[in-house]
């Protein structure tokens, strides 16, 4: 798949894991969910793939069913899903997905980062169509062959299949239209769904050195431990 598609899986594999870990942000989600549609899994796909996810990052039943009775409740916060986007150093192409209940908040928080890290908080539209929409799932390996799983994917829309040795997991993509049908195919299969998710990936990179790097993990760094941040997209590759 090339040197930009290496690079691009493992900082994506790295900051996936990092993450994870963050049980508010999955809350969230699950907050966002029964909002839209209810709190009823059975009937809300949303709140169904909240509670898979929550479950991949072994988030403890009670803290699922916690989030869902708090978000079910009448007078509970509403959640605005808002994107951000700007150049980082070395313009540096930056996507953030955010979700908050106070947005005058957020906003300042995201160009206050901006600002201490020398990047520069754009306007709607200015790097998002530098980017494209994709689902993405991950299943635990099952000691499957690659081979014949990637076979019986491609009717789904499968784009690309890695497996991550350290993790013992797959990385599915397909284009967010074939998203239910990728999902329901991986049910059929049987397959152990870790997580799956709408993520935004570079249509072309920005080079930067080594040395330049640190600069740009700063600011992409301090943007991640923001609570109301849910995802954050770049399209930097190493020379």
């Not at 798949?1 to 508010?24: D, L």
């Not at 431990?225 to 590759?237: L, M, P, S, T």
Request: hydrophobic residues 35%.
């Amino acid at each position: 798949m090339g040197r930009a598609f290496e690079y691009r899986k493992a900082r994506k594999f790295k900051r996936w894991a990092a993450m994870s870990k963050s049980f508010t942000r999955i809350g969230k989600e699950i907050a966002i969910a029964v909002k839209s549609g209810g709190n009823n899994p059975e009937s809300n796909v949303r709140l169904r793939i909240a509670i898979q996810n929550a479950k991949g990052a072994n988030m403890p039943k009670a803290t699922v069913d916690s989030s869902i009775k708090k978000a079910s409740e009448k007078g509970s916060a509403e959640m605005a899903e808002l994107t951000y986007e700007g150049y980082g150093p070395y313009g540096v192409a930056i996507v953030i997905d955010t979700a908050t209940d106070n947005i005058n908040r957020t906003v300042a928080n995201i160009r206050s980062y901006f600002n201490k890290f020398n990047g520069s908080l754009g306007t709607s539209g200015s790097v998002t169509y530098m980017f494209e929409t994709k689902a993405v799932f991950k299943i635990k390996n099952l000691d499957y062959n690659q081979d014949e799983l990637e076979l019986d994917l491609i009717d789904s829309g499968l784009e690309e299949l890695e497996l991550d040795v350290e993790l013992n997991e797959y990385m599915i993509i397909t284009n967010f239209n074939n998203y239910g049908t990728m999902y329901a195919a991986l049910e059929a299969h049987g397959c152990e769904l870790i997580s799956s998710e709408i993520q935004r990936f570079p249509l072309n990179y920005k080079e930067i050195t080594t040395a330049q790097e640190e600069a740009v993990e700063k600011l992409l760094e301090r943007i991640e431990e923001d609570e109301d941040v849910q995802n954050v997209y770049h399209n930097y590759i190493i020379m």
